[in-house]
């Protein structure tokens, strides 16, 4: 059992903006180009899975010629100091990339291909989905992504970890999207809560409000946190 303080961090995609990757409600957002409901919903993927296919494929590429930023490093380094549990909406894979060693993506992961009738998932390595592309039991491959209208995944996981910890730093959301906004919820009375973002439009209760560029304030507000001596 470890004696280093439990570090929670709840991340959106505002903390992977400063890579070059799109977040959703910004105003370059995702949300503004594509509707929702053409290509992050099951109705969208049987209306029309070469559009579902190709949004994701493009955005696929970008992660891949992404890098993590410095917020995605300050965290990974926190693991010296802390048990760092990182709970991400994200579907990139950055925080691992910076070297983290314990993300639960609650709304899937781009670089894996899921069966479109069971949980099985494939690395995808270089490759996107094409339209053809089967799992072994014959049907189409699809990303390995939650859509809206579909479960989430780590919920309880992710709301025990949040229960039990000293700290929770929320990252670039939102908190628009529920189930996982409402995690924030889980943290005990006495923890630490704080919030970095962009614009501080949507703070929960009892949260320390830092507002600017993840890049530049998680480094900073994680070598301030406490260290054991
Ligand atoms: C569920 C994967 C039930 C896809 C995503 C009707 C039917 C069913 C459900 C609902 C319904 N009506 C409402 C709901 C609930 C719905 C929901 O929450 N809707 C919202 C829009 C109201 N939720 C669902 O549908 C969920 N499923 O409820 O299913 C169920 C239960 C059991 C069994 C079966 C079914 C599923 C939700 C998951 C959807 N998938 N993503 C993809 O990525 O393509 S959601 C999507 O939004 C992403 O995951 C994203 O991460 C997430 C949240 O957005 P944010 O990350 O917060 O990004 P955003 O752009 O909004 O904000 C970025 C922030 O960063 C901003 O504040 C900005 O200022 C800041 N920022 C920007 N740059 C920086 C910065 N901060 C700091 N530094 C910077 N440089």
Redesign the pocket.
């Known amino acids: 059992m470890s004696d280093k303080p439990n570090l929670v961090v709840l991340?959106?995609?505002?903390?992977s903006?400063?890579s070059g990757l799109s977040?959703?409600?910004?105003n370059n957002?995702?949300?503004n180009e594509y509707s929702?409901y053409e290509?992050?919903t099951p109705e969208a993927w049987q209306q029309n899975p070469e559009l579902v296919l190709e949004?994701?494929n493009q955005?696929r590429r970008e992660v891949r010629q992404a890098q993590p930023n410095a917020?995605h490093q300050a965290i990974s380094d926190a693991e010296a100091d802390f048990e760092v549990t990182v709970v991400?909406?994200?579907?990139d894979n950055l925080h691992e990339r910076a070297g983290s060693s314990q993300v639960l993506h609650v709304?899937?992961l781009?670089t894996l291909a899921r069966s479109s009738i069971n949980e099985q998932v494939f690395e995808l390595h270089d490759k996107d989905i094409q339209l053809g592309d089967h799992c072994p039991a014959g049907s189409q491959l699809r990303p390995h992504?939650?859509?809206?209208?579909?479960?989430?995944y780590h919920m309880d996981a992710a709301a025990q970890a949040i229960s039990k910890a000293d700290y929770l730093l929320v990252?670039?959301?939102?908190?628009?999207?529920?189930?996982?906004?409402g995690l924030v919820d889980e943290a005990p009375v006495e923890a630490h809560k704080a919030l970095?973002?962009?614009?501080a439009?949507?703070v929960p209760p009892g949260f320390e409000v830092f507002q600017?560029?993840?890049?530049q304030?998680t480094p900073q507000i994680l070598q301030a946190y406490p260290k054991q001596t």
């Not at 991340?11 to 903390?15: K, S």
């Not at 991400?88 to 579907?91: E, P, S």
């Not at 600017?212 to 890049?215: H, Y």
């Open positions: 991340t959106g995609a505002g903390i903006a400063e977040t959703f409600r910004d957002g995702l949300w929702v290509v992050a949004f994701y955005r917020a991400t909406q994200n579907v709304h899937g781009i992504v939650v859509w809206f209208g579909e479960m989430v990252i670039g959301t939102s908190l628009s999207v529920f189930p996982a906004a970095i973002n962009k614009e439009d949507n600017g560029s993840a890049a304030l």
